[in-house]
């Protein structure tokens, strides 16, 4: 059975897309020097997040041309409009251009496609560690790398330790802070970018609690890779699913990703 309004095929289309973006990335990236000008909301962009941004909602428009695209990078869709998309692709060229700024490697691709409030399938594509993340919901979810395509659900860990938190290497904001105070005793591991998600689809960390700020573009991608593999997003306030294209703006509420093993 295929997700409504997304064909399993695109999948793959767009696991593609994700590397070939993940080239122009990286033909940036290893240049001597790039520039980096200031968005409007004060958050850094650079010639490869465009570059990115221009191979994906090209292949894409030729992929699925009655099929709307949200980029990070795009110039807004008002509201009035937006509203009444069924679906649509939600993309970040480059999650994490912090850490690509800082050469660590922690930055990713993220291509997603939301049908109603539901990011239904994504990829993450990490260009330094050659590792790409795919999954739709009902179809299950995959990890490639160095030419090896495993299942995520298979990496699930029996791990029963103290909680391995994963957080982000630039936010750390006081209500993690104050989260990590209450649930006592545990290992925090630290990545940038949405890989933050994948360590939890791989079964190499248990939560991710996001207590500050992201956008949907941030989130969407490796969500679908979580819950495809059997894992949880919950917003923080509610214990509901985190969702998309509900509001005007496209700011996350405060959120907990779980991976597929912690119940």
């Given at each position: 059975m295929s997700t409504p309004h997304f064909k399993f095929e695109w999948l793959a289309i767009a696991a593609d897309i994700a590397v070939e973006a993940g080239d122009a990335i990286m033909s940036i990236y290893a240049s001597d020097e790039f520039a980096i000008n200031t968005k409007d909301d004060a958050s850094p962009v650079t010639a490869a997040d465009l570059a990115s941004h221009e191979v994906i909602v090209k292949r894409l428009k030729q992929l699925t041309p009655e099929i709307p695209i949200l980029s990070e990078e795009s110039v807004e869709t008002d509201w009035s409009e937006r509203r009444h998309w069924s679906s649509y692709w939600l993309i970040d060229p480059l999650d994490g251009t912090k850490e690509f700024i800082k050469r660590n490697g922690e930055f990713t691709v993220n291509i997603a496609f939301i049908v109603e409030d539901k990011a239904v399938a994504g990829v993450v594509y990490a260009p330094v560690l050659d590792k790409c993340f795919y999954g739709a919901l009902e179809q299950g979810a995959w990890v490639e790398h160095s030419g090896r395509k495993q299942t995520l659900s298979n990496l699930s860990s029996d791990y029963v330790g103290a909680p391995r938190i994963v957080g982000s290497r630039s936010h750390i904001s006081p209500g993690l802070e104050a989260y990590l105070q209450q649930i006592g005793e545990h290992q925090?591991?630290?990545?940038?970018?949405?890989?933050?998600?994948?360590?939890?689809?791989?079964?190499?960390?248990?939560?991710?609690?996001?207590?500050?700020?992201?956008?949907?573009?941030?989130?969407?991608?490796?969500?679908?890779?979580?819950?495809?593999?059997?894992?949880?997003?919950?917003?923080?306030?509610?214990?509901?699913?985190?969702?998309?294209?509900?509001?005007?703006?496209?700011?996350?509420?405060?959120?907990?990703a779980y991976a597929p093993h912690w119940r």
């Open positions: 925090m591991k630290s990545v940038g970018s949405s890989l933050k998600f994948c360590l939890l689809a791989e079964g190499e960390a248990d939560i991710y609690p996001r207590l500050g700020l992201t956008s949907e573009w941030d989130t969407a991608a490796a969500q679908a890779v979580l819950e495809s593999a059997g894992g949880k997003v919950l917003q923080f306030e509610t214990g509901k699913r985190l969702d998309y294209n509900q509001k005007e703006d496209i700011l996350n509420p405060y959120f907990i």
